[in-house]
């Protein structure tokens, strides 16, 4: 197995709807990178989250840096153009896909994400790669004892049949295997996914989709 995180991953299954898995992962890192112990409440503080939206996941990001934690982000959404203009970002982040691109913006702050992302941009800690990720991405992250978090289609990963945007958190890999630690709900707690469903996961809607950020201590 290649590798697994020094500290073992206390799993947090996400009991409060489908829309806090982003708060769930959060907890998860930093009790496993800080030895720091945090509810949902105080989670939910820390990464912006605002009832009835999914959750952007740069707060996320620079509350990690507040806490020394060195950070890749490789995904197709250019930062730079969302510091400029987010509906231009994620119009072009979905490739043409109107219903995704309509909901994506239906559950976006423009003005608040925008200086979110421009203050990671800003942060030393936090490094962007602009392009789709790879499962090599993946496993060269986790050989140099980082934590994955993947954002991904909850209905690809778990064939329901309808897209859903959803965060995982990925600590090793063996062989075309990958453990992940998926809040839900239901939640599933260091389950092995082959690499085609992952992939697949990450390239739902379209090929260009999917993110992954690389975190360590």
């Not at 197995?1 to 020094?6: F, K």
């Not at 995704?100 to 925008?114: K, N, P, W």
């Not at 993947?150 to 959803?166: C, I, R, S, V």
């Not at 453990?179 to 939640?187: E, F, I, N, S």
């Amino acid at each position: 197995m290649v590798p697994t995180h020094p500290r073992e991953i206390d799993f947090v299954r996400n009991e409060r709807g489908a829309l806090h898995c982003v708060q769930a992962v959060f907890t998860m890192v930093v009790k496993a990178m800080h030895d720091e112990t945090i509810g949902m409440e105080t989670a939910e503080t820390l990464t912006g989250y605002i009832a009835g939206r999914e959750t952007w996941t740069y707060e996320f990001m620079l509350q990690l840096a507040k806490r020394g934690c060195a950070q890749l982000s490789i995904e197709n959404m250019d930062p730079h153009v969302f510091a400029d203009s987010p509906e231009k970002a994620i119009r072009e982040y979905c490739g043409g896909n109107e219903d995704i691109a309509e909901y994506f913006l239906s559950i976006t702050d423009v003005d608040l994400e925008r200086q979110r992302v421009q203050d990671c941009l800003a942060s030393p800690l936090i490094a962007f790669e602009v392009r789709p990720p790879e499962l090599d991405d993946l496993r060269k992250g986790l050989a140099e004892d980082c934590l994955a978090m993947l954002t991904l289609d909850y209905g690809y990963l778990h064939q329901t049949g309808q897209y859903e945007g959803h965060v995982v958190l990925c600590d090793a890999y063996e062989g075309d295997q990958f453990r992940l630690y998926d809040p839900g709900p239901p939640g599933d707690e260091g389950i092995w996914v082959h690499e085609d469903m992952l992939l697949g996961a990450w390239r739902s809607p379209n090929e260009t989709a999917g993110a992954l950020l690389l975190i360590k201590a």
